[in-house]
């Protein structure tokens, strides 16, 4: 009876058996007449309770249930076949955005264009890194965007007067030996466009990917971390030589 409406088939047989019935019938009855394996019996009859389909009540210590009435079930049936309709006819279906694709880009100034592309686009946030000569041009956009709502971080790599910017500022040891020409940027933590220079020749990746969107994120916030720890203990580390040897080839 109620395999056509999605219920199984061990359900059917006993919403059967209980409508038939014209009296109350406990467990070891529905087994019996329903053919459904006792050690089934009791979760069967415990998801019908949770559909709303069937009642129980207690007499001497013993469960009894029984059918809702035909026409009720019927009706309750009806009503949410048409909830489900409604529910898929009001429904917006969208694939979910998964490009893992990976976009190389060259030249700096076609860099920069869609750096400042893809800041315009950012609806949530945006972390910045990069050296202060190559941030400096940016600042009245992001500052423009912050004046929007949105979040915005930045950590320079120089001296950089960021204004009212959430701003981290790494002035670089000149034994920095592996500090190099860098710049991030990750939009609303779904997008990121980072550029490092090769051969004297700045190139870089855009890409959605999670994986790296993910990596790169925390790599921001690596950068960050260990900007303010060594300018807070900065005379207590680099007192220390093994410690400064350490930092000093950290490319942050």
Do not use: C
Request: proline content about 3%; hydrophobic content about 40%; overall charge negative.
């Amino acid at each position: 009876m109620l395999q056509k409406f999605g219920f199984t088939q061990y359900e059917s047989q006993v919403f059967e058996v209980l409508t038939a019935s014209d009296e109350p019938m406990d467990a070891t009855s529905i087994v019996k007449y329903s053919q459904v394996p006792k050690s089934k019996i009791y979760e069967v009859l415990q998801r019908l309770v949770e559909k709303g389909l069937i009642l129980t009540s207690f007499q001497e210590r013993k469960k009894l249930y029984t059918a809702l009435p035909l026409e009720t079930t019927i009706d309750k049936l009806t009503d949410e076949f048409q909830a489900n309709i409604d529910e898929i006819r009001n429904t917006t279906f969208k694939l979910h955005d998964s490009d893992e694709r990976v976009w190389t880009i060259q030249n700096n100034s076609s860099i920069n264009a869609l750096l400042r592309e893809r800041i315009q686009t950012a609806r949530k946030e945006i972390l910045v890194t990069g050296w202060s000569d190559e941030l400096a041009p940016l600042l009245p956009l992001l500052e423009e965007k912050e004046n929007e709502g949105i979040k915005v971080e930045l950590l320079s790599v120089g001296e950089l007067d960021t204004g009212k910017l959430h701003a981290h500022v790494l002035l670089p040891d000149e034994k920095h030996e592996a500090l190099e020409r860098h710049k991030l940027i990750i939009i609303d933590h779904k997008e990121i466009l980072f550029a490092g220079v090769e051969s004297d020749v700045f190139q870089g990746i855009h890409t959605l990917s999670k994986p790296l969107v993910k990596f790169f994120t925390e790599f921001f916030h690596h950068d960050v971390a260990l900007t303010e720890i060594t300018k807070r203990y900065e005379k207590i580390l680099m007192a220390d030589e093994e410690i400064k040897e350490i930092l000093m080839k950290l490319r942050y």
